[in-house]
């Protein structure tokens, strides 16, 4: 099959290059140091699972090198994802899937609203993964797992083509599955994500450290209570004692880890807080759930937010 990663950073580096790795065409879609980086000399992925290089050659910032693709892996930061979307004219035909790989739970209706071809599915991507130099991903654990399906009825054609992408995935190495039901899949992992995305932030504490002290463990789960009354609100369906499971499973990992938020926080980058606890707030307020954690967190990063923003130019994608 052939793909096109948008957004080439920890997600889209990780898996595009093990799919790459494996024998797929990818096309991996950057700027910058990042890209001149991978033109000159390929791309390098460091994995808990090995390392490997992939050579120059299908590394570009203009879609139209690539031509139409089979899949878009759409990777890129929520806060990008407008601008992003419009340029994927030149990859797409009607049966290309657009799988978003994205923080946040309404990316994909984003998308939408700005392609005219092409079928949209959601994704959940459970990885520790970042650019650590220009040309460079480290991988540093998590799950290294992805969830995708479709959010409505599509074609039978289309139901095809998920199960060949699932596959190829599978294939090439990576923990993959194809769920009937990604809205709830989005929701599960939107309700982790903004607690310890914005309280590793907001600390500036690994997970571990969060976990050892009682107030700080109580403030992620008071966190991530919020995010579950909202999403029952907006109809996921979130099983009773979710968070308590969530909480069992992390004391099982090395959590000598942080958040893409506290790593764009601690860079100086523009941070995806309107994604996370922004919309925690804002969905809370249209259904009249308090959310004061969410509040203290958004109100806390959103200063940063807007000053780096206000240096971001280009997209990187």
């Not at 000159?40 to 460091?46: S, T």
């Not at 299908?58 to 090198?65: E, G, S």
């Not at 289309?158 to 599978?170: C, K, V």
Request: aromatic content about 6%.
């Amino acid at each position: 099959m052939k793909f096109a990663v948008i957004g080439t950073g920890g997600v889209g580096g990780y898996f595009g290059g093990k799919l790459a790795h494996a024998g797929n065409e990818v096309w991996f879609l950057a700027r910058g140091a990042h890209l001149a980086a991978m033109r000159a000399q390929g791309l390098h992925v460091h994995s808990t699972d090995g390392e490997f290089t992939l050579p120059a050659g299908t590394m570009t910032a203009d879609p139209r090198d690539a031509g139409p693709v089979d899949v878009v892996l759409f990777c890129v930061k929520s806060y990008d994802t407008e601008t992003a979307a419009r340029q994927l004219s030149p990859l797409l035909q009607p049966a290309t899937i657009i799988i978003s790989l994205q923080n946040g739970v309404d990316n994909e209706e984003k998308i939408r609203a700005v392609t005219t071809s092409g079928i949209v599915f959601g994704g959940v991507a459970y990885i520790y993964s970042t650019i650590t130099a220009p040309g460079e991903i480290t991988e540093t654990g998590g799950p290294k797992k992805i969830i995708f399906g479709p959010q409505a009825a599509t074609p039978a054609a289309a139901d095809r083509r998920a199960r060949e992408i699932l596959d190829t995935m599978t294939g090439a190495g990576i923990r993959a599955e194809l769920s009937s039901d990604i809205n709830t899949a989005l929701w599960k992992k939107f309700i982790f994500i903004t607690g310890a995305g914005g309280i590793t932030a907001l600390t500036r504490l690994t997970l571990g450290e969060i976990l050892a002290v009682e107030e700080t463990r109580a403030l992620l789960a008071d966190a991530m209570r919020e995010t579950e009354a909202v999403a029952r609100a907006e109809k996921a369906r979130i099983e009773a004692g979710f968070i308590d499971g969530v909480f069992t499973t992390l004391r099982n990992f090395d959590n000598n880890t942080r958040s893409s938020l506290y790593y764009d926080l601690t860079h100086e980058k523009p941070m995806e807080v309107e994604a996370l606890s922004g919309t925690v707030v804002r969905l809370g307020a249209r259904h009249g759930i308090p959310t004061p954690t969410h509040r203290a967190i958004y109100a806390s990063l959103l200063p940063y937010h807007l000053r780096h923003s206000r240096q971001l130019h280009t997209t990187n994608i």
